[in-house]
């Protein structure tokens, strides 16, 4: 007896916004308040798969804002996919490659959900669709993001010795670049070799600014500067990457394989920031790793400073990877001022653990999600034969 095809039956998705425990300083934004788009799919046999997409700072970091990432899968991602066979993932993220342009956050919010739940109807975890997990903890870093030096000092120490993070990444790039670079060098002057000190400038400085400021920040002792830039400046990020020792990373300018391979080829970067919904999701950022480790790049594990949702399913990919010589930063959760797991992710030992459990390991917490969701309890759904 043939066995029925289990089938994408409903489509749902919620925006929560979430408060941040502190100001969130970047060089085009602050943030105060984390919006989290999240997607549920319900399938024909009663299984359900949950996703998520989130960005930074609103429209201010990309093109793709916490409302377009929830128009985009209600009114075209859902229609499309809704009655087609739940097990067939890649055919849902070809179909959503060829029905919708851009939108990369919201196609990975509904990518993780499908992945999630076929996980779940194998009773497997999703790292095992992607080759299986090598690690159940990868090292985790904190983002010093207060703007204050004395601030971020003090939050540096109190991390290092309650054991949760001694790598730290810097946000600067709103003040001059004497003022920055000076700002890092007493920060690190601070932590000493404790902890591992780096920074991103979310491309605000002009190539004569970046020549200054990764000399300065070289000789500060920083370990590496991401996406000093604008995204679209590749041979200013070459000249840089190929002019000190210090690593150059790249964010901003990697939404896919496609520039991925680009930024290889132009020699571009030292070091990949691997993020999954930039990437497109989970299937396209193991691309974007693929050829970071052919091309001898260093990876990183980068966040759009999701909930514990989407921070498990990038834990559940990037616990594949052989070799993330620069760690991870998938503290998403930790910066919110609340969880919204039944079962929050765990940080300790400067490390992250991955999330155990079919799918992506990660339960929401229903009373959380009524509190933080923005539209106080009407969901959108796309329904079959709507």
């Not at 970071?292 to 966040?303: C, D, E, M």
Request: glycine letters at 10%; charged letters at 25%.
């Amino acid at each position: 007896m043939v066995s029925p095809v289990t089938k994408i039956d409903q489509i749902e998705t919620v925006i929560l916004d979430i408060p941040t425990i502190r100001g969130h300083v970047l060089s085009m934004a602050t943030m105060r308040v984390q919006a989290a788009v999240l997607v549920r799919v319900r399938f024909s046999d009663g299984s359900e798969g949950i996703g998520e997409g989130t960005t930074i700072g609103g429209l201010s970091y990309g093109p793709e804002s916490p409302e377009s990432i929830r128009s985009a899968i209600d009114t075209y991602i859902a229609p499309a996919v809704t009655g087609r066979d739940a097990d067939d993932v890649n055919g849902a993220i070809q179909l959503m490659d060829k029905l919708v342009k851009g939108n990369r956050i919201a196609r990975a919010a509904v990518e993780i959900a499908l992945w999630d739940g076929l996980a779940k109807r194998l009773g497997v975890p999703v790292s095992q669709l992607f080759g299986g997990a090598v690690h159940d903890r990868l090292p985790v870093a904190w983002t010093l993001a207060s703007g204050n030096s004395d601030t971020d000092i003090a939050e540096a120490l109190e991390m290092i010795e309650t054991r949760r993070h001694n790598i730290f990444k810097l946000k600067i790039g709103k003040r001059a670049v004497a003022e920055d670079v000076a700002h890092v060098a007493r920060i690190k002057r601070a932590v000493g070799d404790a902890a591992s000190v780096r920074v991103d400038v979310n491309t605000a400085w002009s190539l004569q600014d970046a020549r200054w400021g990764l000399k300065g920040l070289q000789d500060a002792g920083c370990e590496l500067v991401e996406q000093p830039v604008p995204a679209r400046q590749r041979r200013a990020m070459a000249e840089l990457a190929q002019g000190y020792e210090i690593a150059v990373m790249a964010d901003e300018s990697l939404n896919g394989p496609e520039d991925a391979l680009e930024v290889a080829s132009a020699r571009a970067a030292d070091v990949f920031a691997v993020k999954v919904a930039q990437s497109g999701g989970l299937k396209r950022a193991s691309e974007v790793i693929a050829i970071g480790q052919s091309s001898g790049l260093g990876l990183y594990a980068g966040t759009m400073l999701e909930t514990g949702l989407g921070t498990a399913a990038a834990l559940h990919l990037f616990a594949t990877v052989e070799t993330l010589r620069w760690g991870t930063e998938l503290f998403g959760p930790l910066l919110l001022t609340a969880d919204i797991l039944a079962e929050p992710i765990v940080y300790r030992d400067f490390c992250v653990e991955i999330p155990q459990g079919p799918g992506i390991g990660a339960t929401l917490d229903p009373d959380k999600i009524d509190f933080y969701r923005r539209d106080g309890g009407r969901t959108v759904k796309a329904v079959a034969g709507e």
